[in-house]
């Protein structure tokens, strides 16, 4: 019984304590509402997860894809995605890093590149585009790129809309190589965040 009481007491401790209880508790960081929008995410074709109590928001695709031979919209696609982020009161969290997962394949001499940026319109300084990406290597990839900005949610804040830009670029060469082919496409972008007490 005393063994209880002592672990109470910890408890209540952490949550009293500023700056000691970093994580919100399980099951209470929720994604409210989301949209999205562009050639790559047709109405249908992408998932949002929010993963590990609201660690990482973890956005899936199955049809974003840009290649060549091809026109100019099919060597440049991109995704617009913005999610409604709910959690308690006390808490903020920071944009920590991004990670791209996909696959892609060149013929000699195309070129591709990834782009993603995290941002909300509701604070104020928080665009922080990362950089392109140069895939070069075929076949599956993994990236993680640590996060050059900080989203903080003022302390108080109870929600937040966390907007997504991301794109898949290929490039072919100057002719007489214009029509090689080459391919890159997204399978996910997940997004890590930590979490703090104010």
Known sequence: MAAMVVLLLLGLLQLAVPGLAQIPPSGTVKIENSTYAGSGCPPGSNKILLVQDGQAVIVMFS???????GTPDDRRTNCQVAISLSFPTGFMF???N???RGYSQFGEGVNGSLAASCYSSEIEGTVGPLRNLPTQEEGDFTFTEESP???YPKCNSTSVVINIDSEASVVPPPPPGNNNQGLIGFYSLSFGLSWQSC
Request: glycine share 0%; hydrophobic share 45%.
């Open 94 to 96: 920071t944009l920590r």
């Open 149 to 151: 900005s900080f989203i």
């Open 63 to 69: 049809k974003y894809r840009a290649l060549t031979p």
């Open 98 to 100: 991004v990670t791209f």
